[in-house]
């Protein structure tokens, strides 16, 4: 069945630092693709997403392109804040459903 | 800005006790979704509702399980004899169409004892 592989954590940064994330997935279709961000203590929030092949999502500074080529979605940003801390989750959507399958998340710890 | 509410933020119940937990979509959507995440895992994807009915369930959305939207404005998720391994935090999500993002609720963190 469909899946998404992202890498695990904690990824440990200093403010400034350059960010990346990586993601790819596994679908039989032609999945949208999605990043979503987890704040401490809050709910799953939409950061940014690509609904097919080299769409650019971009949002707050993030950004990810659908690679289908290589089945991938990196998230990445160029200079990452002490609020941009949170955990990150790759997830994808096969559109017949809207059903979204997620990676493990990953959890970025900026510091100062 | 239309959000996703889900109450009670945190509820605490016994062992083979009765739950339910209370979503309020945004308005004008029409597809509607409980995931679940337990502490430390990925989120897992429960159930998906549409013109009141369920159109798809995971294996994990078992006879324990049950969904309603019993005023057209709440949708609820039912579960019977609750499990510890049923501890978990349970997000709630909606959407206007297929194909487009679905919005999250807050999540309600369910602990079992």
């Known amino acids: 069945g469909d899946s998404v592989t992202q890498m695990e954590g904690p990824v440990t940064l200093s403010e400034e630092a350059f960010l990346t994330i990586n993601c790819t997935y596994t679908?039989?279709?032609?999945?949208?693709l999605f990043w979503y961000v987890q704040y401490p203590g809050e709910g799953l929030q939409l950061l940014l997403k690509a609904t097919k092949a080299d769409d650019k999502g971009s949002n707050k500074g993030f950004e990810a392109t659908y690679r289908k080529e290589t089945t991938s979605f990196h998230l990445e940003k160029g200079s990452v804040q002490v609020s941009d801390s949170a955990v990150y989750f790759c997830?994808?959507?096969?559109?017949?459903?809207?059903?979204?399958?997620f990676g493990t998340g990953t959890l970025l710890a900026v510091q100062p | 800005e239309p959000e996703v509410t889900q109450t009670p933020s945190h509820q605490v119940t016994q062992m083979g006790q009765e739950v339910i937990l209370r979503c309020v979509p945004i308005s004008n959507h029409l597809y509607f979704y409980w995931y679940r995440q337990i502490l430390g895992q990925k989120v897992e994807f429960l159930v998906s509702f549409y013109n009141n009915e369920i159109s798809e369930k995971s294996e994990i959305f078992d006879d324990q399980f049950s969904v309603e939207r019993p005023d057209g404005s709440n949708f609820t998720l039912k579960i019977r004899s609750t499990k510890l391994e049923d501890s978990a935090m349970y997000f709630c999500a909606s959407s206007r169409s297929l194909n487009i993002e679905a919005f999250f609720g807050q999540g309600t963190r369910l602990t079992v004892v």
């Open positions: 997830a994808l959507s096969d559109g017949a459903t809207n059903k979204l399958i």
């Open positions: 679908a039989t279709g032609y999945p949208s």
